[in-house]
């Protein structure tokens, strides 16, 4: 357990890193729309609560640790980047475990943002389908832990890439450039060929353009064998925390040898119809992507391996 881990290696020997898009901003717009006579209300003059690291900060102050803290937010890809924080300061002996994860809950900046920008459906979203109508949002937290002497039956961290494109505040580059990028890297620090792929979970919001651009690097770089599907029409895109229910579902795809089906598709994109599981399929898995692929470029790809492989 985390309070074991803790207790194990010393609190200052354990960091926390948490992803997160609108960490309080809820608490925030409610304190503007409270405020009296230019004040805010006694229950939200916090001025942590109204800062992007009341996240990280809640969370070390609820578990007790003393080690490095770090909120993250580069949108969409906030809860994947956790793990390649944790992943550098385990390797160079900063620190020996870290509590990652990530937390997301909507509020009126993001609703309204999503909906400026027309990328909201008002049905069920079909991720990779030819009739896609934009994204549904959701809310969702998640959190794993890391640490550098992990038994040999459990999952491991195998490989992670990181970009920052800077093509559009909101479209992706239209060759996938950032996105192969973080691909790559995750592959080169794996020390994997792309052909070693079992499984991609795939960014896949539904968007237009995020569908497309996606499917075509992954058929750019992948063989068919690599098994690619989103997992956003069960969840929603839980944004900042994206990341981390992605991971934790390809890790539990990983322990259940089988590829999440892609949901709502019916009329596969040509782009994607080579690699796409539109069903769940069992399969030997000892390697699974996740992608998460944020506003503004920030990309972020990890690769986990089977526990025992």
């Not at 901003?25 to 916090?46: C, H, M, N, W």
């Amino acid at each position: 357990s985390c309070l074991s881990l803790i207790k194990h290696y010393g609190a200052d020997r354990v960091a926390v890193f948490m992803g997160t898009s609108t960490s309080s901003i809820k608490s925030t717009e409610e304190a503007y729309e409270r405020q009296v006579d230019g004040q805010f209300p006694p229950d939200l003059q916090r001025p942590l609560i109204h800062s992007m690291h009341s996240l990280g900060h809640f969370v070390q102050a609820l578990l007790g640790t003393t080690g490095p803290c770090m909120t993250v937010n580069t949108a969409c890809s906030s809860s994947a980047k956790v793990f390649a924080q944790a992943e550098r300061m385990l390797r160079l002996g900063l620190i020996d475990a870290a509590v990652v994860g990530g937390v997301d809950t909507l509020c009126g900046n993001v609703l309204f943002g999503f909906n400026s920008l027309q990328l909201l459906s008002n049905e069920m979203c079909r991720p990779f389908d030819q009739t896609r109508k934009g994204i549904n949002l959701g809310e969702a937290g998640g959190f794993a832990l890391l640490c550098k002497e992990g038994a040999p039956h459990m999952p491991r961290l195998l490989g992670w890439g990181e970009s920052s494109d800077a093509h559009h505040m909101s479209s992706p580059h239209p060759q996938g450039l950032g996105a192969e990028l973080a691909m790559r890297g995750a592959l080169s620090r794996a020390g994997l060929v792309a052909a070693q792929i079992d499984a991609i979970n795939a960014h896949g919001t539904a968007s237009l353009k995020n569908d497309e651009i996606e499917a075509m690097v992954v058929a750019r770089l992948f063989p068919s064998t690599a098994r690619m599907s989103s997992t956003k029409a069960y969840t929603g895109h839980t944004l900042g925390a994206a990341g981390i229910v992605e991971a934790v579902i390809a890790l539990m795809a990983l322990q259940e040898q089988t590829v999440v089906g892609n949901l709502g598709c019916t009329q596969t994109d040509a782009q994607a119809a080579e690699h796409l599981a539109t069903q769940h399929e069992p399969k030997d898995l000892r390697t699974h992507m996740s992608n998460n692929f944020g506003f503004g470029g920030n990309n972020c790809s990890l690769i986990f391996q089977a526990g025992g492989a």
